[in-house]
């Protein structure tokens, strides 16, 4: 199984510089067995950019997996239409449309999703909301809401718990294989959930967002530790687990722990 980076906060390749690939506040990742992008990023310019960096085409998704509905894993979704020649399938949560707010070093911001419902229907965009674990192909689920019973959430300067937080959810051969776009849900929650929906019995591999910005250095170890006896053979924290949060995982888990950053590409 083949998954690349395509959007990060990070550029850590040293092919970045040859292959002019951008780096950006948001997350997107492309799963190639199942043609299945997770996120759009920011803007759709990065995107775009490092997705024909890799030799990706905006035609060759055939699903889109929302994770929630946060602008900067959103805010491609426009470019990416736009560039486009055929339909797409988009996945999300029922939560989609509901207004979403933050709050930085200046104040209150909107950031929910850019687009309407209209303009995915005009793009021939099918549209599937979801609550529940959606099976997107056999053995590959949009978890749907997920629920807190394990651990915290991670909703860090947001206006609400982000219930439309999904992560993606492959059952792989050596375990569980789970992609998250903030992690809102608390890494805890994601990992147990995506077991249960799965049926997998162990941990395999998680990599996106974690969201350990803000939090306190106790949690971020906890969070840590947590995986470490979850033993996975591959933890990639992007996004906005921050430099520090992916540290502390590379401190927790060497043999695991990898650097992700726009064009990172794994073979699982």
């Known amino acids: 199984m083949r998954i ?21 506040w948001g997350f997107s990742a492309y799963v190639y067995d199942w043609r299945i992008l997770y996120d759009a990023g920011l803007s759709g310019t990065a995107l775009l950019n490092n997705m024909r960096a890799l030799g990706i085409s905006p035609d060759d998704p055939d699903v889109l997996v929302l994770s929630h509905r946060h602008i900067d894993h959103t805010g491609g979704v426009r470019k990416l239409l736009d560039a486009r020649s055929r339909p797409l399938t988009v996945v ?3 939560n ?6 933050a709050k930085d070093e200046v104040g209150e911001v909107e950031i929910g999703v850019d687009f309407t419902r209209a303009f995915l229907e005009s793009k021939g965009a099918k549209l599937v909301l979801v609550r529940e674990p ?29 219930p439309d937080d999904m992560a993606l959810y492959i059952r ?19 990992v ?4 249960r929906v799965t049926g997998a019995d162990r941990l395999h591999a998680v990599i996106g967002g974690l969201h350990f910005m803000g939090l306190p250095e106790a949690r971020v170890r906890e969070a840590a530790e947590y995986l470490k006896a979850r033993g996975p053979g591959l933890v990639v924290g992007t996004h906005c687990t921050g430099v ?24 699982i």
């Open 4 to 24: 690349a980076i395509l959007v990060d906060n990070y550029l850590t390749q040293l092919s970045s510089l040859r292959l002019r690939l951008l780096g950006e």
């Open 192 to 195: 147990e959930y995506g077991l």
């Open 134 to 162: 959606y099976e997107i192909a056999e053995g590959v689920w949009a978890s749907g809401e997920i629920p807190r019973s394990w651990g915290p959430s991670h909703t860090g300067a947001v206006s609400d718990l982000v």
């Open 96 to 101: 989609l449309f509901a207004k979403a707010y």
């Open 244 to 267: 520090s949060g992916i540290a502390a995982l590379q401190a927790a888990l060497p043999g695991a722990a990898r650097a992700g950053g726009a064009g990172a590409v794994f073979e």
């Open 172 to 190: 792989h051969p050596k375990g569980l294989v789970a992609l998250t776009g903030c992690g809102h849900a608390g890494v805890e929650n994601i």
């Open 92 to 94: 999300a949560h029922e």
